[in-house]
């Protein structure tokens, strides 16, 4: 269910891109329209289609961003109507309705016998029957008139910049309604002092149906910015207590608990920053000395590479490394790219908590500053990823490396100048380093015409002396070509 939603999804991006002009690589196209047919015909994908969707997936997202895919597909559902001329959407088309019966009913009110200048002019408890009905209604219909314009032009603020989300559709009935209701409250019982030197008496009588009319505008945005100022406070003020605990615990005035509930000595108190920098997560981890040698799996030598030796990493904590990055939840696991969907099953898989898991789903295409008030507000400073939730999860991001190294291998220019990979039978040495390579971002056009052949010849001993050459790897760090030499010498023969 969830891989035909995803092709899906990516069809409806792949046609929101067209209509936008926004180019898109002819494989990838040709990849889509076979995915799309497998489902189509009830046959199931293999691991490395399912690797290859994730990635056009996470390819196509971004070309369209801003654009949410779930706006675009909210959208493209609702083109075909009758009514697409009253909005792209049945919210939009809903509210102008709204807005339209209101207007109306002002209209046919404003004309009847019983609405004139003197129950105009007068306090609903001072008037009585029909009047007092006509009159109500009035100013209800004006306050309607105001909220119903102020929310369906919120609605088409988001709608065309593709980041409307229908989740929150409730959310508008709920800001029509207050706001009505304000405006109503504002025009009934707010005494409103006769201007002086007005003479016209038209001016005179419209003063409390536009201050409902008004009154229900402003308060659907007020409770607009409101809600945002609210998040952005509530952000700061937790930076704010960080800070504060932060600095009391560098004092040693405040003694914090371990995952035990036990407290700690002072001596043994670390400081943990609630939003850890690219400083603080590319720091080695000198307390820990994985033991590379008993390597048995392709992935193990690049998790303990990215995990074990980062501080970060280690302890489990949240990343935000920059502006245009994600949630990071291991390496290579950014939620910015993954769908809610998508991080609740593989959270699942790893053995996280459901309740946290449904928290950090909501990380879904965050991305800079989003990701940090994410933290922020919804108070995951303290999280910590146990070592197996974060390993289990690295699996998934190991899965879809396989999958590219076997896509890149399997191209018919590749196979054309070096030969085809048999990878199931690859030496289990050979694919780890690979996976390491194309992971680091080292296995390029330009490596391939040194190593590639040694692959398709699963040739461990020609591999590694081109591996372990530095001549052909000025450009890969020291600790990295360091451990991968001692990786290749060292470690006995893995299984396939």
Not at 199 to 228: E, N, R, Y
Not at 242 to 250: F, L, S
Not at 292 to 316: D, V
Request: aromatic share 8%; proline share 4%; hydrophobic share 40%.
């Amino acid at each position: 269910m969830l891989i035909n939603k995803r092709i899906d999804e990516l069809n409806t991006i792949l046609r929101y891109a067209s209509m936008q002009g926004i180019a898109v690589k002819p494989e990838t196209n040709a990849f889509l329209a076979a995915v799309t047919c497998k489902q189509q015909n009830g046959e199931g994908l293999s691991e490395q289609d399912i690797a290859l969707l994730e990635q056009t997936h996470k390819q196509l997202t971004g070309l369209i961003a801003p654009a949410k895919p779930d706006c675009i597909q909210l959208i493209q559902a609702h083109e075909n109507s009758r009514l697409r001329f009253l909005g792209a959407i049945p919210l939009v088309r809903r509210l102008l309705l709204v807005l339209l019966v209101c207007l109306l009913s002002v209209g046919v009110l404003a004309m009847s016998p019983y609405v004139t200048s003197a129950t105009l002019n007068q306090t609903l408890s001072s008037l009585y029957g029909w009047p007092r009905i006509a009159n109500f209604m009035l100013y209800l219909c004006a306050a309607g008139c105001g909220a119903a314009a102020i929310s369906r032009a919120i609605a088409g603020h988001y709608l065309k910049s593709m980041r409307f989300l229908g989740e929150f559709t409730s959310c508008y009935w709920v800001k029509l309604s207050i706001g009505t209701s304000c405006g109503f409250l504002l025009s009934s019982y707010l005494p409103i002092e006769r201007l002086h030197g007005i003479k016209s008496q038209i001016i005179l009588d419209i003063d409390k149906p536009l201050l409902a009319c008004l009154g229900g505008a402003a308060t659907v945005l007020l409770i607009h910015f409101m809600v945002k100022g609210l998040k952005r406070l509530s952000g700061a003020l937790q930076v704010i207590r960080n800070r504060v605990v932060k600095r009391i615990q560098a004092l040693g005035l405040l003694r914090s608990k371990d995952n035990s509930g036990q407290t700690r000595s002072h001596e043994q108190t670390q400081i943990e920053p609630a939003m850890p920098d690219m400083e603080e997560i590319d720091a080695p981890a000198p307390s820990v000395q994985p033991e590379i040698y008993t390597t048995t799996s392709p992935s193990e030598f690049t998790w303990w590479q990215e995990h074990t030796r980062k501080a970060c990493c280690q302890k489990g904590v949240l990343c935000a490394p920059g502006d245009n990055a994600g949630l990071i939840l291991v390496r290579g696991y950014d939620c910015k790219d993954r769908s809610a969907e998508q991080i609740i099953y593989d959270l699942s898989r790893a053995g996280l908590d459901f309740a946290t898991t449904c928290v950090l789903a909501k990380a879904a295409g965050l991305a800079g500053e989003d990701v940090k008030r994410f933290i922020l507000v919804e108070q995951l400073s303290q999280l910590r990823l146990s070592m197996q939730v974060q390993q289990n999860l690295f699996e998934v991001v190991w899965r879809s490396v396989e999958g590219d190294v076997q896509s890149i291998c399997a191209k018919s220019d590749c196979v054309a100048a070096y030969g085809k990979v048999n990878w199931p039978a690859l030496d289990s040495k050979i694919k780890a380093m690979v996976g390491d390579l194309h992971f680091c971002g080292h296995y390029t056009p330009l490596s391939r015409k040194v190593i590639q052949e040694y692959i398709v010849n699963n040739d461990l001993s020609g591999f590694t002396q081109a591996l372990c050459n530095a001549d052909y790897w000025p450009y890969v760090p020291a600790a990295r070509f360091e451990a991968r030499r001692q990786f290749l010498q060292s470690i006995p023969a893995a299984v396939h």
